[in-house]
């Protein structure tokens, strides 16, 4: 089929100064990434002067059909890495014609926070580390996993290669590269300790970028996991029983965090943070409490502890951030299937603007 | 095969100023496209140079056997993006060799109906979405869907990605690259509600290139699937069932209609269809009682309905043009394997040059 891979790769440029653009959104069910295409008649720097679109909404669950368009307002420009050339992917919200943010638009809210002033001043800096499973198309079972049957216990797997302990690397590897081109800040990848599972990072993103990069890097992962013919999966808990859970742990600085005396501040976050544990654990995914048991790497879901180092706390501090007296810390809470624009702009909210009177 | 794309991709213009022009015209289902190609010297970018053709009309059954040639003339060119270089997509209609358009040929009568005075001056626009059904070869069972079984219902799939929802995209975006370099207006894609279904629109185009544009798009679209190994469908409800049909919403405005006070205009226009609504649905596609259901975001065959925003009316005028008070409107009811040709002269017939 080189031929048909000749058309998808044509370079326009020779032919006409017309681009592709790929709006994507975030669809009705919150963790559904929806995405379709128009061409414009040259290149655009700015997301601000790309066009406003619409879409049937009542195909995706956010509007009845007797009234269904929802609006697209573009808000952040990447490279298209399939199209390549000019091609362009446009991360929007959604609105009702009225310019009402919809229900499920948690970008609006989470831009609010971080326009804010006192949160604006604090450059608050994100870092997500995605988890997320990799499954075999049909059957649903996990990539590399016998089917009908279970892989040899965790222990061998983490971070490790080779043909019985690594599936799927080309996928990984592929996305790595390919949110690259796109603009996106991927920091790293890795394996998990459950087989089949991988995670990447995210950041350090500022404010708002951080929700807006990681929604791009899960859309190119989907289109990167469609071609190779395997199932994508943002569970928390996969698969019952002695297997992790999937989880998306969100480092988080603010200006004073980082400066000198920063620990202090780190701990008075922290402490805040625990106050709203449970509004915290509301937002941060459905079905975390299958994941979050104490055991597997992660703190019991109603309960709240911090520690150095501890992969076993609800919020980690890392030994350097504790030796240097300024630094981040890792909020180890969030499910793989969280909404970024709600978890960093909460963490923000929490830490900067709520006081505990 | 490299040796065989080697060849196919060879680029001749080193070795010869020869082109080579693939002339496409419509067979005798009106579904049918068919073409072949010859050599010419080149190049070549204005029709009226090129020169008429014919073919075996009784291999199409459009002409007996015993006087079997119908005549091709050329009426619009396109780059071809399979050839590439200076080689050429011709779009052609038929006629008898004594001139007269043949009957399956619906462009000559369209080209009459925008010639007219009254509507050329209007500049109809047309901008059509055709949606259209992936089929795994041999089984013709739609692209991605378990053989002698069924996906889980709509909801995941429309503009989906994803391995379990999203069907044949390389042929999409084959199709997308392939129709702007052969310089066909084509302004969009979407993934459909129906897993394995997908829409591309083309336009803004005037008056009778809407219909030149959109076969041609219809025709690269079945050589990549010819590439790809998979059938293509235009059927307009291709599973019965719970299932969306396929359509080709017509998008149409005329210069009062996109000038200001332009709204009153559109709703006029809707009227005069409304009047001429069984008419119109005896022209928009075979087999549309099939899907025109009032579920699945259809409006009943036999009701004419409109409204702002409304999926399941006959026309939908989108929420833009009401609070501009001008635009366009769109015409929900021609099914997939519409002719566009008829499509867009009936709407432009009706709206400006009937009166009731």
Redesign the interface.
Known sequence: ????T???N?N?SD??E?I?AEYIWV?GSGM????????LSGPVGDARQLPRW???G????QAP?????VILYPQAIYRDP??RGNGILVMCDCYT?QGEPIPTNKRHNAAKIFGDPAVAAEETWFGIEQEYTLLR??VKWPLGWPLGGFPGPQGPYYCSAGADKAFGRDIVDAHYKACLYAGIDISGINGEVMPGQWEFQVGPCVGISAGDQLWVAR?LL??I??I?????SFDPKPIQGDWNGAGAHTNYSTKSMRSNGGYEVIKEAIQKLGLRHKEHIAAYGEGNERRLTGRHETADINTFVWGVANRGASIRVGRDTEKSGKGYFEDRRPASNMDPYVVTSMIAETTILWNSA
């Open positions: 089929m080189s031929l048909l000749d058309l998808i044509l326009l032919c006409t017309k592709i669809g559904d990434i929806r995405s379709k295409a128009r061409t619409n879409y049937d009542s195909s995706t669950g059909g007797e009234d269904s368009e399939f199209r014609p198309k049909d859309y989907e289109r996991t469609e190779a013919g395997v199932v994508l």
